[in-house]
């Protein structure tokens, strides 16, 4: 079969061709990827026989090395398959976290919350109740399997860096589309109409999705982000539990009016130390979300 027709997948199913395209890669780093001469391929992969290698490298070449004046150096095809291999995600021996006490209790049962990591995924889940918080995959290789708090801080940016671009209509793992709908439970407090309104995130192009509720948008908004910086708690996405009483009413579903109110008058963990004019000097943050997923309106209350 002709080298431009064959699948890509059956043309990397070869020890080989996976050694040259990590030894090119490890070679690699300091802000751009190297051509690394042949001797040095024929080198990391143990003083090669010529032949065979020369054959290995002919099919690479089809799509996932090119030849330059200085050796082979990957394409960007080359690049991905490169980065799929080092977050060591398709590893048979991928690293467990057992179960592990945060300093964080479960908002409904006031039990201690755990971490967890197995299978890839990142899991906060309660030690008592059946709260799930988090069960969200994670390259193996980006966190420190001894350091549960290395991998909460991992997986929470991860989360972050991940909701913030699907809302914002790209899939942060292929680049797709992102489409979206929303939807709410029937659950009508007296008085006031609180109750979740979730998203529904989907990527048109691999199907990655995402289900959160609206409050989340703006949890991970960036002036939420600021409110909370400069009330004391930085990043406070990265928290397993953030301060302060979150209330969600929904003042519209036609169009979509979802509005957050986030207070922190007397909150734990929050301090007047950062506090300045720049966004107002309240306890109160409230956002308003429409159908878009955007905030069409905040205001911080005194
Ligand atoms: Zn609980
Ligand atoms: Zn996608």
Not at 25 to 33: F, K, L, M, P, Q
Request: aromatic residues 8%; contains cysteine.
């Amino acid at each position: 079969m002709n080298d431009e027709v064959e699948n890509p997948f059956s043309l990397l199913a070869d020890e080989t061709r996976l050694g040259i395209v990590e030894a090119i890669g490890d070679a690699s780093g300091d802000g751009e990827y190297v051509s690394l001469p042949y001797s040095a391929i024929q080198a990391a992969l143990g003083d090669h026989d010529a032949g065979n290698l020369n054959y290995h490298l002919r099919k690479l070449k089809a799509r996932f090395v090119e030849r330059t004046d200085d050796g082979y150096r990957l394409t960007v095809p080359g690049i991905r398959v490169y980065q799929a291999i080092s977050s060591g995600q398709f590893d048979g021996d991928r690293p467990t976290v057992p179960p592990t006490e945060l300093d964080a209790d479960c908002d409904e049962c006031g039990a201690p919350l755990l971490a967890s990591y197995e299978d890839g995924r990142f899991f906060v889940h309660c030690s008592d109740c059946d709260i799930m918080l988090h069960r969200y995959p994670v390259s193996p290789n980006s966190f420190d399997p001894d350091d549960v708090e290395d991998l909460v801080r991992t997986a929470n940016t991860r989360i972050h860096l991940d909701f913030s671009s699907m809302v914002d209509g790209i899939c942060p793992y292929c680049s797709g589309t992102v489409d979206h709908d929303l939807s709410t439970d029937d659950r009508v407090d007296a008085g006031v109409e609180e109750r979740d309104v979730f998203a529904h995130l989907t990527c048109r192009v691999c199907g990655w999705f995402n289900h959160l509720s609206v409050e989340m948008v703006a949890f991970h908004h960036p002036v939420t982000v600021v409110f909370f910086e400069r009330r004391g708690v930085p990043e406070h996405y990265l928290d397993p539990v953030v301060p302060g009483e979150w209330t969600t009413t929904v003042p519209s579903t036609d169009p979509w009016r979802v509005e957050v109110t986030i207070d922190l008058d007397g909150a734990e963990g929050t301090s007047p130390v950062g506090r300045d004019a720049t966004l107002g000097t309240g306890d109160t943050l409230r956002l308003v979300v429409d159908g878009a997923l955007d905030v069409v309106e905040w205001a911080v209350l005194e």
